[in-house]
Nanobody, 129 residues
Framework: QVQLVESGGGLVRAGGALRLSCAAS????????IGWFRHAPAKELELLAA????????YYADSMQGRFTISRDNAKNTVSLQMNSLKPEDTAVYYC??????????????????????WGQGTQVTVSS
């Protein structure tokens, strides 16, 4: 079992940056793909980025390319999401999630929230105009 805790959210002005962190417990962390999702009011849960077990395969949502960067450090059981050029529409609760897999790359299946086994409690990001 993997437990996840997000941190790093807060209030930022439009055009600013935040770095979110996902800290995981469990010795099987490196057997999981990690995704970052967000849930804004009145919107669907949205996948932002996902990273494979070793970090060698990464997926970004098209709208996030060039603004968000995902990375992981398996030695420390952490995954980060660097968010730049933030916009008011980025305001949401941000979640990290883990999906156990034997596949070494991010697959299309890992783009679906329903495929993830473990979720953090979320961290609020608010971007003011």
């Amino acid at each position: 079992q993997v437990q996840l805790v997000e941190s790093g959210g807060g209030l930022v002005r439009a055009g600013g940056a935040l770095r979110l962190s996902c800290a995981a417990s469990g010795r099987t962390f490196s057997s999981h793909v990690i995704g970052w999702f967000r849930h804004a009011p009145a919107k669907e849960l949205e996948l932002l980025a996902a990273i494979s077990r070793s970090g060698g395969s990464i997926y970004y949502a098209d709208s996030m390319q060039g603004r968000f960067t995902i990375s992981r450090d398996n030695a420390k059981n952490t995954v980060s999401l660097q968010m730049n050029s933030l916009k008011p529409e980025d305001t949401a609760v941000y979640y990290c999630a883990a999906r156990r897999t034997a596949i070494a790359v991010v697959t299309a299946t890992s783009r679906s929230p329903s495929e993830y086994d473990y979720w953090g409690q979320g961290t609020q990001v608010t971007v003011s105009s």
